[in-house]
């Protein structure tokens, strides 16, 4: 076993420098042979980061540098996390996801199989040599567990340069009940030795607008200082208040202050405070903020947040124009991919050059803080249509990312597995508190449960499974910060219940968009539930991925046709409930049923595989068709009038989901043959054609007219996905009694709100000709 020094970041951020008899036996190559070998050192660098990844660095000859990521892959992470002391890799990170370096760049074009026992076994094009920026800085995500023989006990060496990983705000106030989040008090900022606070000598706007995009917050405002200081002076220990009203002490004076950190120089623009200019106290200094006091920050929650009328007033005002940016596809609020409305078309936004700076503009612009991630390589799913933008170049200071710099897109420079993402610091809510799991095989699994009372009386409970599903549950699982909902249970009586048997909240009723099971409507007191028992409460299997369907609107255009077919054709179709109910009336089997045909293909865009509800023991067997219904309702099909009258309907069952067709680079999972496995793989799409049975909507007792075409796509919600707003498709078409235009097909949450009126205001055809 040879030696190798390691650095690497506890979980306080104090950055050791250790060595330890780890790594993999090389018997085949000579020690003395290995160039630099047991001189190099390496470290984890970067933020916002866990003490298991970051950008890798390494130092040679003295010198501290970094790797490029050409050709970067996993195996060469793997011998990266090696030599930093850990088993294995787990990922790896590329365009500076950790924040640019400096100095050299050591590697480039850095390729390992995986097995070497150190770097300077790997191929590169040289120490030193390399044509790349920082802009290209690799990074790693090690397994966060030791190689045998590391212990902490190894350090050699201690380097004080601190870094603040985590900020907070104490309330300088405590009022008896005080509401989360908390936007204003005393900065705190963790350091080895616990919290510490912030010295405001020097304290700028600048510096407070950081801090709050740290907390979630995407502005601040300025603090009542006379307030604190008179805090600060006060000597008179307060005794509680009697009568009405909460109670309330001075928390500044009964604790003395305990700074850690003075000199903090922001500009504004810097997504966290690590990047400010400061400085730590050292351990030894006896006169720490002479004459100063607590910084204190005072921070503007964003819309989802404002709990008063009071915050609302301070919010930054919406950006006018038709410009707007949206989130698509995460789990969480302030996380997915990045939209922009342009000419009232949404579109997506190319992740060349995406960084942290453009994402915290992003985030800031929707009401959150600064971004935690810039997500590259549609980590959040894969849009459809347009991408609007590409290269876009932000210096943060930007009110919306319509404002900064970006290169007009060509079908040639981007695709949509490019697609942008983020995730943006939220405040603290504590609302996961207010919920847990119980009885399931892991943590994300199990039998509802949730707190109700007040302090001092706070008891759990059970919820009623009556009417629990799909967007029940994908309220709960984002809620307990796990992810989509993957299914909603309203039988668990093969979980154990424990202790707890109350049932506590019924008629539970989510829209799925809700942070919190509160904010669902429900029963008041008292309780009901149709069937009693624990055996009937709700559950939940979350997940951190989920599929994601999306119809491609512009084959239904390209496709749809008019078919008079014969009645004794249609004894199948009939069977399944696809013709109007007209039908059942008519000389069978004779005359027709007039059928508005199209064919349907329906894309994979999430990061989870769509699979049907039921397992195939319970799929049901059609005799007539000769073939399994793994789902009974998996598309809706209407006319509408223009104000949204149904005048006609059909559906859909999934007789086969399987997979079609594939991207260039995915393999087929799902064929219906010989009773196969069912389902749509990410990246693939299913196509039900025109001439299949049940593949129309029966309009023959249709009047002539202008019409609104709806195809919905799982329209009960039986099976879960990360984004149900663009399950319905919209066409206008025109029906003269004979022929049908179809036109305008989209998807429904692809327009601007006023492109919609105008849809939906559609006067219809003076003749044939389409414009």
Not at 407 to 412: G, L, Q, V
Not at 453 to 468: A, M, T
Not at 537 to 562: P, W
Request: net charge neutral; hydrophobic share 30%; charged share 20%.
């Amino acid at each position: 076993m040879r030696p190798v020094s390691v650095w690497y970041y506890c979980s306080w951020g104090l950055l050791l420098l250790c060595s330890s008899s780890v790594g993999s036996p090389s018997p085949s190559i000579d020690p003395e042979k290995k160039v630099g070998s047991q001189g190099l050192r390496f470290r984890l660098a970067g933020f916002p980061r866990k003490p298991y990844e970051g950008r890798v660095e390494i130092q040679r000859a003295g010198e501290w540098g970094t790797i490029c990521d050409d050709d970067f892959t996993l195996q060469a992470a793997h011998v990266l996390c090696r030599e930093l002391g850990f088993t294995e890799a787990t990922g790896w990170t590329h365009s500076a996801k950790y924040g640019p370096g400096t100095g050299r760049i050591w590697l480039d074009n850095l390729s390992c199989s995986g097995t070497e026992g150190s770097v300077t076994e790997c191929a590169s094009r040289g120490w030193g040599n390399s044509d790349c920026t920082h802009d290209e800085d690799a990074g790693v995500i090690c397994k966060d567990q030791r190689l045998p023989g590391f212990s902490d006990s190894n350090v050699i060496e201690v380097d004080h340069h601190l870094q603040v990983e985590e900020v907070r705000l104490r309330p300088a106030v405590e009022w008896g009940r005080r509401p989360l989040p908390v936007t204003e008090g005393l900065v705190e900022v963790r350091l080895p030795d616990g919290w510490s606070q912030v010295c405001d000598k020097g304290w700028s706007a600048h510096n407070s607008h950081v801090v709050c995009g740290m907390l979630g917050f995407p502005g601040e405002k300025r603090v009542n200082m006379a307030f604190y200081r008179k805090i600060n002076k006060s000597k008179v220990k307060h005794k509680p208040r009697v009568g009405r009203g909460p109670s309330k002490r001075m928390l500044a004076q009964k604790k003395q202050h305990s700074f850690g950190l003075h000199g903090v120089a922001c500009v504004g623009t810097e997504a966290h405070l690590s990047l400010c200019s400061l400085e730590f106290y050292r351990a030894n200094d006896t006169s720490r903020c002479s004459g100063g006091s607590p910084a204190v920050v005072s921070c503007v929650p964003g819309p989802l947040y404002s709990t008063s009328t009071g915050q609302k007033k301070h919010q930054q005002p919406k950006p006018q124009g038709e410009a707007r940016v949206r989130l698509k596809g995460g789990a969480h609020p302030g996380e997915g991919r990045v939209e922009v409305l342009k000419a009232g078309t949404w579109g997506t936004v190319c992740d060349r050059k995406w960084d942290l700076q453009a994402a915290s503009v992003v985030c800031r612009e929707l009401g959150f803080g600064t971004a935690r991630e810039a997500l590259s390589g549609a980590r959040m799913g894969q849009g459809m249509g347009a991408i609007h933008l590409s290269e876009v170049r932000c210096s943060g200071q930007e009110p919306s990312l319509w404002k900064c710099p970006s290169k007009n897109i060509t079908a040639e420079d981007c695709s949509h597995n490019q697609d942008a993402g983020v995730r943006c610091n939220l405040p603290y809510t504590g609302v996961e508190t207010k919920i847990r799991l119980s009885g399931g095989r892991s943590r994300y699994e199990g039998r509802v449960e949730v707190q109700i009372g007040v302090p001092g009386h706070l008891r759990w409970g059970l919820i009623c499974g009556d009417d629990w599903g799909t967007l029940e549950a994908m309220v709960a699982c984002r809620q307990l910060g796990l992810g989509y909902a993957n299914h909603g249970l309203q039988e668990t009586w093969y979980w154990d219940s424990g202790n707890v048997t109350e049932v506590v909240m019924s008629g539970v009723r989510c829209t799925g968009s809700e942070l919190s099971l509160n904010q669902c409507a429900h029963h008041s007191t008292p309780i009901t539930c149709k069937r009693t028992g624990t055996r009937f409460t709700a559950g939940v299997i979350c997940s951190e991925t989920a599929s994601d369907l999306l119809l491609h609107s512009a084959l239904v255009q390209e496709t749809a046709y008019i078919e008079d077919r014969p009645l004794h054709m249609l004894y199948c179709a009939a069977e399944e409930n696809c013709l109007a109910s007209s039908a059942r009336s008519a000389n069978w089997p004779y005359g027709h049923r007039r059928l508005l045909r199209f064919s349907s293909q329906i894309h994979n865009l999430g990061r989870a595989d769509f699979r049907p509800k039921a397992g195939r023991h319970s799929w049901v067997w059609h005799e007539c068709h000769g073939h399994y219904h793994s789902m009974d309702i998996f598309t809706h099909y209407d006319i509408l009038t223009p104000n949204g009258t149904k005048v006609a309907e059909g559906h859909k069952a999934s007789f086969c989901l399987e997979d079609t067709e594939c991207q260039e680079d995915v393999s087929k999972r799902y064929e219906c043959a010989n009773f196969g496995e069912q389902g749509i793989t990410v990246g693939c799409w299913d196509l039900y054609r025109h001439d299949i049975d049940c593949q129309w909507i029966d309009i023959t007792d249709v009047k002539p007219g202008n019409y609104i075409l709806q195809v919905v796509i799982n329209p009960n919600f039986e099976v879960a996905e990360s984004d149900f707003t663009n399950n319905a498709m919209k066409c206008n078409c025109k029906y003269d009694g004979h022929r049908i235009w179809v036109h305008n097909c989209h998807i429904g949450d692809a327009f601007s709100e006023e492109a919609n009126r105008r849809f939906e205001r559609y006067p219809g055809q003076t003749s044939n000709q389409i414009v």
